[in-house]
């Protein structure tokens, strides 16, 4: 029912930045929640930032906070994620996620509490 489309990956050195983009399209649906979640070779997929989409509320994983900036429009139904003074340990392939039920409060970082998922996109950050 939901398609979400990413963008905005690519190569950056150390200290640079990028923005990533994921537009959801489908029939119709609601979204409650729109989040990032990534993946560094040989780890498990690991939360990074999501958005309610019907309020303002954010939430960060901690390795992320003060560097990296999650926000949507709802008019486009996209999220974007800005990553800021960027580490090589952010590289990884970066999955947007949606979710389109209501959830308990607190059910965000999971990867469970997301009902569809992008196909990724890699942001490798060399030194």
């Known amino acids: 029912q939901v398609q979400l489309a990413e963008a905005g990956g690519g190569l950056v050195q150390a200290g640079g930045s990028l923005r990533l983009s994921c537009a959801a399209s489908?029939?119709?649906?609601?979204?409650?929640?729109m989040g990032w979640f990534r993946q560094a070779p040989g780890k498990e997929r690991e939360f990074v930032a999501t958005?309610?989409?019907?309020?303002?509320?954010?939430y960060y994983a901690d390795s992320v906070k003060g560097r990296f900036t999650i926000s949507r429009d709802r008019a486009k139904n996209t999220v974007y994620l800005q990553m800021n003074s960027l580490k090589p340990e952010d590289t990884a392939v970066y999955y947007c996620?949606?979710?389109?039920?209501?959830?308990?409060?607190?059910?965000?970082?999971?990867?469970?509490?997301?009902?569809?998922w992008g196909q990724g996109t890699q942001v490798t950050v060399s030194s």
């Open positions: 489908g029939r119709m649906f609601s979204i409650y929640a």
């Open positions: 958005i309610s989409w019907s309020g303002d509320s954010t």
């Open positions: 996620a949606a979710r389109t039920y209501r959830a308990s409060s607190g059910y965000y970082s999971a990867k469970s509490a997301y009902n569809y």
